[in-house]
């Protein structure tokens, strides 16, 4: 399957297996710009949230928030309202909460689990703090099979505004994502989540810590 390089292309391929034509520029002040684009960005947000895809996480250090009154800082006991010594802002582009809050990036099989996430900040009682979240990566770096089943979804999202066939997209539906039963994890998605998750396993089985494999010699 060639690489997917940028969202315009998933959405015209989408917008393909439904017989339909194709846009230009997301931008465009065309109907069907205006049917599909947003459409599209909706679902991916939340197929990227269904799973912990391995493509689409990013480790970031949190930036500190500042410890003053407006920000529910007591500074006579050198804590917030709620508890915490330390509050973090969570990162702008993630899509839902982290998946792992660590204490050392370099260490991703030793979390940090004592923390407070609130009105998206994250409060703890330590001074440097990093979190894995899920963000919304280009599609040159998706998974094949995941790149698949997006075009499929967004396709059957796309029939009934643009062609009207609500039959059709009911068929490619259950391609995508099988049946209602299912609730949206069969399909080429289901297939993609499996894919992902032994991949991601092989990586964890595989990784090892330089610290404690250091031999002196």
């Not at 006991?77 to 839902?96: H, S």
């Not at 919304?136 to 643009?162: G, I, K, T």
Request: proline fraction near 6%; hydrophobic fraction near 45%; aromatic fraction near 8%.
């Amino acid at each position: 399957m060639p690489v997917i390089t940028n969202h315009m292309k998933v959405i015209n391929n989408a917008l393909g297996l439904i017989g339909a034509g194709k846009i230009m520029a997301e931008d465009e002040d065309t109907d069907l710009a205006a049917q599909v684009v947003p459409v599209y960005y909706s679902r991916l947000k939340a197929l990227l949230a269904m799973h912990e895809w391995s493509f689409a996480g990013k480790t970031y250090k949190l930036d500190a928030i500042a410890k003053t009154a407006e920000n529910d800082y007591d500074a006579a006991a050198q804590i917030f309202n709620n508890g915490w010594r330390y509050a973090f802002a969570l990162p702008g582009t993630r899509i839902g909460n982290p998946r792992k809050v660590l204490r050392d990036p370099r260490n991703p099989r030793d979390p940090l689990r004592d923390f407070l996430i609130e009105s998206g900040w994250l409060y703890a009682d330590r001074d440097q703090v990093w979190a894995v979240v899920t963000v919304m990566p280009d599609p040159s770096v998706w998974d094949a099979q995941f790149a698949l089943a997006m075009e499929r979804v967004a396709a059957a999202d796309f029939c009934v505004p643009v062609t009207h066939d609500d039959g059709l997209a009911r068929s490619i539906r259950a391609v995508a994502e099988g049946t209602p039963e299912e609730q949206g994890r069969g399909g080429l998605i289901g297939r993609a989540m499996a894919t992902d998750a032994a991949k991601a396993r092989t990586a964890t089985a595989q990784w090892r810590d330089p610290l404690t494999d250091a031999r002196l010699t």
